[in-house]
Nanobody, 130 residues
């Protein structure tokens, strides 16, 4: 059974940084499509970033929500089954529960859609104070 566990969340002042980590266990996740989503109170879960299997020289392609480009960076360490989300210049509107998600590269779903991913972490709170 695949398990995803997020860590690294917490309370930070506006302008600060946090790095979220997600460790995947239960099977090797190399080549999996990995993504981060977030959900603020009263809002739908929204796409943050994804690292998808590309199959070319770089192996993976990274994608970001347009509003987060330049501030958030997704990265991964396949050797340790880890995926990270580096968040810089945080704003109060970034406050949300952040979720890690995984799906085999054979999935045909859109990387930005929560429906694509069958495996999810429990979520971790990020709170940005003004």
């Amino acid at each position: 059974q695949v398990q995803l566990v997020e860590s690294g969340g917490g309370l930070v002042q506006a302008g600060g940084s946090l790095r979220l980590s997600c460790v995947v266990s239960g099977r090797t996740f190399s080549f999996d499509n990995m993504a981060w989503f977030r959900q603020a109170p009263g809002k739908e879960r929204e796409f943050v970033a994804a690292s998808t299997w590309d199959g070319g020289d770089t192996l993976y392609a990274d994608y970001y929500a347009d509003s987060l480009k330049g501030r958030f960076t997704i990265s991964r360490d396949d050797g340790w089954n880890l995926v990270y989300l580096q968040m810089n210049s945080l704003k109060p509107e970034d406050t949300a529960v952040y979720y890690c998600a995984a799906e085999p590269p054979s999935s045909s779903g859109a990387y930005y859609s929560p429906d694509t991913y069958k495996n999810w972490g429990q979520g971790i709170q990020v709170t940005v104070s003004s």
